[in-house]
């Protein structure tokens, strides 16, 4: 590989790492929103969506620019691709995060009564998922990776558990409908991000072992991989 | 170009057409469930699901595949790369298609009582700048893929006015909570649609024109162009 490439596949990695770190910003914000209903740093999460919005346009131009110009094949290539798929699912992460800031300001302004439902340990869960799928990603660790791919399950239990709470709750005090939905939506935020992070979990894999996981990483052959 | 390139190409715009008839067909039965309560085609919806993943990672590896042996650019690099993207759009429109199938078919085992919340409208929306996203890719039309990013919001008021009625129905007759949080689920995946939809159609005025309207496509000089 030329060192120009190299030096620009760097580039572009840094790129793409400043926007996963805008991203885990935002949802530290909201972790910390959801636990204490501490709002002081919301504006920051309209900000950094607004950063994630032009560093997703940048880096799929950046992306595009370097398989035109370098006509990689193999490794490199799984790379470019494999970055123009994460860049996606960051900046989802990042509209997932920007609905669950919404919802936690509505039902504060509206001085929603709240409910016993606790989704904290979901969202820490989802947060933590998708740290280690950066972590993965920035250090091409598919043992990581795959430790991610077994976590999604338990975010999708928690969130069915969180709705037959809400709906028990809902069905014996009726007056708490609207913080009972408000929770319900951030609870399905929360679920898209940790499948956005099994994305990127997947993602690195292909990208490291050239594999596709997708739709059968249950299957005990990449289990044991 | 050279003719097996070109050949190539069409082959991949085939097997890409074959994944979006299919999303169709399942968001047909889906929508026809929910206007009658009509399962009978409910099987095919999971055969359907199953054929979506398949082709999804045939899709990406033969878009790899010729990006790798052709080392295309401008026009050709494009339509590669916006078939990774739209790929992934089809897939998940495949996977909201099938949580409101499993919503439906969880409704009607449960006898829920009903809700007198009209999804059928929004729905068929959502349905509708679907399948006019796959004209627009297939015809390269960007006309008519401009036509559908602005039609977003509507399936975005319609959510919200129906999560206003589903709330209030909740706090009027508790009994109906199981049965609103299933129409919440369900108004979520169709809103879920309608944005992939809206993506598939920035994919294919990116394809055609060079031109990424992703976060702002509001901008008069793109809506007038």
Redesign the interface.
């Known amino acids: 590989m030329d060192r120009h490439f190299f030096e620009e596949l760097n580039s572009l990695k840094s790129k793409l790492l400043e926007m996963g770190t805008t991203a885990e910003e935002m949802l530290n914000i909201t972790v910390k929103a959801l636990k204490d209903n501490n709002t002081a740093l919301f504006d920051t999460i309209d900000q950094d969506e607004f950063k994630l919005?032009?560093l997703?346009?940048e880096i799929?131009?950046f992306c595009?620019k370097l398989?035109?110009l370098h006509?990689p094949?193999?490794i490199d290539?799984?790379f470019l691709?494999g970055v123009?798929?994460i860049n996606?699912e960051l900046e989802r992460i990042g509209d997932h995060t920007t609905n669950i800031r919404e919802t936690i300001a509505r039902i504060l302004k509206q001085k929603q009564p709240g409910t016993s439902i606790d989704m904290t340990v979901m969202a820490e869960l989802a947060c933590n998922m998708f740290k280690e799928s950066l972590y993965a990603f920035i250090n091409m660790d598919t043992d990581k990776a795959k430790s991610i791919l077994f976590r999604d399950d338990q975010v999708d239990q928690l969130r069915h558990k969180a709705?037959n709470e809400?709906?028990e709750s809902?069905?014996?005090d009726?007056?708490k409908?609207?913080t009972?939905?408000s929770m319900?939506?951030i609870a399905?935020n929360i679920e898209k991000i940790a499948d956005h992070a099994t994305n990127i979990a997947e993602d690195v894999i292909f990208v490291a072992q050239g594999k596709?996981v997708?739709?059968h990483f249950e299957d005990p052959l990449i289990k044991n991989q």
Chains 1, 2 share one sequence.
């Open positions: 919005n032009r997703q346009v799929d131009e595009m398989i035109a006509q094949t193999a290539l799984r691709l123009i798929k996606s709705i809400l709906v809902m069905t014996k009726p007056a409908a609207d009972s939905v319900l939506l399905n596709d997708r739709h």
